[in-house]
């Protein structure tokens, strides 16, 4: 097992490198979408926006890699955070960029559906995760168990069959997303101690 | 529902007196290593770290040593101290920092905020802010750990910042700060009041009740603390236990 994680110049990647490693799993960074092929797993993570994101995608070829290596062959791919977010068609975040569309749906700012509460944007802390359906992904977690988030958008998923999670803040919101071997998580299950490792392990888990 | 945080905090002037004649760095991680895997392996909410003597010596965040304690911790993690351009932002991201914090910087040079929102987005900018507390009752933002005068209000400042893209406030009672005499739960509550990010609360905490107090009457989403955890026998867990008694939404592992 490889797991390629997928460097586009946007974030912090050490932690997720080192939270697979924790999980068994042999990681590597890379910025070359031409190591996509060695891999047995791809990880999108992101932390940023999701203009520049999918600016720096493009620019280096990920997106080919990723549709090919995803649609074609079959690779499972995990979005973390904006890299979910970039799994969607569409983002709002400082104007309309497109995504990678591997999952209908955009990409929007948080708001509270209830207005007048003491309400804080951005959604940043613990929270919890709320099945919709079963998934391998969610094997062996408590129901209800709390994550950690910290994000101003969320991803509106088209179908909600690809919701396998509602986090609830100002509105119940996918938290977990997925479609065929695709898998997007709006947490951060590097920074989510047992319960992220649990994900992790569950990704790691699906061939 | 969002659970109330609650926040260690690790100053890192005690690893600098650690270090002081010596150069080895394996030793001054050493002290500060042994602390982030005890907090790691309580799972607490999330850690602060700040290097309190960075900007004073006009030195840059040591990113090795984040780098090397981003390895051990699996919580998110907060990193301030020295913080003064958007390369040290992007530099301590990319050793490990989940969210960074600024503070002196922000006086002189408030574009840090909004640059650093744009290309990291607002959620891994926290702005830090120490307030001092006059005879008089005036309150005023201080910088360089308390050591230079700003004349900032306090109220404006936080709300300059919100506007420029900070994702959380960091408030802290210079007063207050290792007092153990309680948070300053009425800055807390004009500060929260007045925005509508996060606000984390910091100085002073002496009990679990003074926790309760800054969520409930100061309105605050998260509690930092440092002499309580490092100089008493309490623990994050037990705030936890008593906070939930009494509540409030904490999380559940």
New interface residues.
């Given amino acids: 097992m490889s797991v390629l994680i997928i460097d586009y110049g946007m974030?912090?990647l050490?932690?997720v490198k080192?939270?697979f490693e924790?999980c068994g799993a042999s990681a590597f960074i890379s910025d070359n979408p031409r190591d996509a092929e060695k891999a047995s797993h791809l990880v999108l993570p992101g932390?940023?926006?999701f203009g520049?994101a999918m600016k720096n995608i493009i620019s280096a070829g990920w997106d080919k890699a990723i549709r090919k290596n995803v649609l074609e062959e079959n690779v499972p791919i995990l979005g973390i955070c904006?890299g979910m977010q970039l799994l969607a068609e569409k983002g709002f975040e400082g104007g309309e960029h497109l995504g990678l569309g591997l999952i209908q749906g955009e990409v929007i700012k948080i708001y509270n559906e209830n207005p007048g509460s003491?309400?804080?944007?951005?959604?940043?802390?613990?929270?919890?995760i709320h099945k919709q359906q079963d998934h391998a992904i969610l094997e062996k977690l408590q129901p209800s168990t709390?994550f950690?988030f910290?994000?101003?958008y969320f991803f509106k998923t088209t179908h909600k069959e690809d919701i396998l999670t509602t986090t609830?803040?100002g509105l119940d919101f996918p938290s977990i997303v997925s479609k065929d071997k695709i898998t997007g998580v709006q947490f951060?299950p590097?920074?989510?101690?047992?319960?992220?490792?649990q994900i992790i392990r569950n990704f790691l888990s699906i061939n | 529902?969002?659970?109330?945080?609650i926040i260690p905090t690790i100053l890192w002037k005690d690893i600098g007196i650690v270090k002081g004649v010596g150069f080895n760095s394996w030793r001054r991680v050493g002290s500060l290593l042994p602390a982030i895997k005890v907090y790691?392996t309580r799972?607490v909410?999330?850690l602060i770290i700040v290097d309190i003597t960075a900007t004073e010596q006009d030195r840059e965040p040591d990113y090795d040593v984040i780098?090397e304690i981003?390895?051990e911790?699996?919580?998110?993690?907060t990193v301030g101290g020295g913080v003064k351009g958007v390369d040290h932002i992007k530099k301590l991201?990319?050793?490990?920092?989940?969210?960074v914090s600024i503070n002196s910087s922000c006086y002189s040079n408030p574009e840090i905020v909004s640059k650093g929102a744009?290309?990291?987005?607002?959620?891994?900018i926290v702005v830090s802010i120490d307030v001092y507390k006059d005879a008089d009752g005036t309150y005023e933002c201080l910088k360089n750990s308390g050591k230079i005068s700003t004349g900032k209000d306090p109220v404006k400042w936080a709300k300059e910042m919100e506007l420029r893209g900070a994702?959380?406030l960091l408030i802290t009672s210079i007063i207050n700060d290792g007092a153990m005499t309680g948070y300053d739960i009425d800055l807390i509550k004009r500060i929260s009041d007045s925005v509508?990010?996060?606000v984390i609360a910091s100085g002073g905490a002496s009990d679990y009740e003074d926790m309760y107090q800054a969520l409930t009457t100061g309105?605050a989403?998260?509690v930092a603390a440092a002499s309580i955890f490092h100089f008493t026998e309490k623990t994050p867990l037990e705030a936890k236990h008593y906070l939930g008694k009494k509540g409030i939404l904490v999380?559940?592992?």
């Fill in positions: 974030c912090n050490g932690s080192r939270a924790e932390v940023g926006a520049d904006l003491t309400f804080r944007v951005p959604h940043i802390g613990w929270n919890e709390d950690y910290v994000h101003s609830h803040y951060h590097e920074k989510s101690s047992r319960a992220g490792f | 529902m969002l659970k109330a945080r790691n799972q909410d999330e780098d981003a390895d911790c699996f919580v998110p993690l991201l990319r050793a490990g920092a989940d969210k744009d290309l990291f987005g607002t959620q891994c994702g959380e509508t990010i996060p309105h989403s998260a999380r559940k592992y």
